[in-house]
């Protein structure tokens, strides 16, 4: 081992003692140098050890634990209180079974809601969904009775004048901000003062409001082309959904009434189906 290692040879004109010495300290040097070096490696590897410790530590306490799935008894209580802001919207008795029947036979219009969460960049939350479910529902109901009329979507916005359009535009931007009685004000006044039927001006409003608002949430135009082409399908027959959102009309409740009562039969659809799989 040493043959292999460097010859040392002692400087001319130096004495073999100070040579020895001086070879001392630098082996001293050499071996204090790896024992630093040694003990850097070491607390390293043993720091590393605890900062990967105290990071697993740190994600297990702050890991998203799974949300609490509400207790029979927290369902009811929701389901009441459903029901009473279904009364408070006048419906109750005979038509709150009417609706629940409807929006059961229609399998909680998972239909529609399907291609709306598969197409999306973000999930939103249920009830923000079961939103624009209802107002597609609530929406494209009236676009068939306009349409039964020989009337397009493009005639419906041929109809506005261009001076016309700042005010259509404010009931779109309220109805997007979720001020509904605002965008109905406005909507009534444009009807009015253009002599146009009021749903078809609500209409046309509640559908750009609802793009509007459904492309905010990142939903894909595909998902939503989809979405409308199932409700189209569950309005042509005289279907429990068909005859509810018709009665509604024949009461004069406009679009975002009528998507109102539908949210919150679909609301209770969805506590009920989470009761009867307990």
Not at 9 to 33: E, K, W, Y
């Amino acid at each position: 081992a040493l043959a292999a290692g460097p010859v040392c040879r002692i400087p001319r004109g130096c004495p073999s003692f100070v040579f020895r010495t001086a070879m001392q300290r630098r082996l001293r040097r050499l071996a204090l140098r790896a024992a630093m070096v040694s003990w850097a490696v070491s607390l390293a590897l043993h720091g590393g050890v605890r900062f990967l410790g105290a990071v697993s530590e740190q994600r297990a306490f702050f890991a998203p634990s799974q949300p609490q799935q509400p207790s029979r008894e927290e369902l009811d209580a929701e389901v009441h209180n459903l029901r009473k802001e279904l009364a408070a919207q006048g419906i109750a008795g005979v038509e709150e079974e009417a609706l629940e029947a409807a929006v059961e036979a229609a399998n909680g219009l998972q239909g529609i809601t399907f291609p709306l969460i598969t197409n999306a960049d973000v999930v939103p939350p249920t009830g923000v969904v079961n939103g624009f479910v209802a107002e597609l529902v609530a929406s494209f109901n009236v676009q068939r009775q306009i349409r039964a009329r020989g009337k397009t979507n493009a005639d419906l916005a041929a109809a506005i004048p261009d001076k016309a359009q700042p005010f259509v535009q404010e009931a779109i931007d309220a109805a997007v901000q979720g001020d509904r009685q605002k965008s109905s004000k406005v909507a009534n006044i444009v009807a009015k003062e253009l002599a146009l039927p009021l749903d078809e001006v609500e209409y046309f409003v509640s559908q750009c409001a609802l793009m509007t608002r459904m492309k905010k949430r990142t939903l894909w135009p595909q998902g939503i082309g989809e979405a409308c082409e199932v409700v189209k399908s569950l309005l042509v027959d005289e279907t429990p959904l068909r005859m509810f959102v018709e009665s509604l009309d024949k009461r004069g409740r406009s679009i975002a009434e009528v998507a109102e009562v539908l949210r919150l039969g679909l609301e209770i659809e969805d506590r009920s189906r989470k009761l009867r799989a307990m």
